[in-house]
């Protein structure tokens, strides 16, 4: 059974970016809000080179969990995706999330009803 001081709760936690392997429209000044219910987990972000994104996804087991995105970068383009994140904690009790994203390339067609 995990050690309840080091199950993750995102609820109303911030983030920014501290790494970044990609070029990317994710920088240090990008800022993300993340609430969370049981396993389900929502976000805002923006900041830097993002005008506007948001988040959508769970919890997949006590140390990760899997997030939908997108966002508006300041060209005005739209990116959307997916990334899996671990979670970690600093010896402080801080949370760290090691992002692993994967943009969406995927096609799809719709038709009126």
Known sequence: MPNPKHMFNLHFKQFKNIENLEEDSITDCTVFEYFQYGNKIWGNYEGGK????????????????????????????????????????????????????KWNKKKSTLIEV
């Open 50 to 101: 993002i005008s506007q994104g948001t988040l959508r996804g769970f919890k997949t087991s006590e140390n990760s969990f899997e997030l939908e995105y997108s966002h508006i970068n300041s060209k005005g383009e739209l990116k959307t995706g997916k990334y899996d994140t671990e979670v970690a904690f600093t010896k402080e009790g801080k949370l760290i999330l090691s992002e692993f994203w």
